[in-house]
């Protein structure tokens, strides 16, 4: 595995484990910052959050009960090897 695998690994696990991802905990980890690191990533959550699906704080990404049920479609955000690193809207995914 690459670092960026581990990376991603890591932020994949927050979301399917645990509901959400500690930014910080992920930056002191690895080194990196987390803003910079995932500026692609974070934009397509914009549109998640506007389905209900994860609501982005500060240092945080937390999943919202409804994006509990499709915590797979939220990870897939960060999985650079998905087939479309694009998830659809909520409405496309159900």
Known sequence: MS??????????QGIMCHGNVDQAAIERAFGINFEEYFP???KRLQQLQA?????LAPGSIDLTPKGR??????????DAYAVSATPP????LI
């Open 69 to 78: 049920l499709l915590m797979r479609n939220v990870a897939m955000t960060f």
């Open 3 to 12: 670092q960026d695998d581990r990376i991603r690994q890591q932020v994949i």
């Open 40 to 42: 692609a990533e974070l």
């Open 89 to 92: 809207s909520a409405s496309r």
């Open 51 to 55: 389905d209900g699906l994860v609501q």
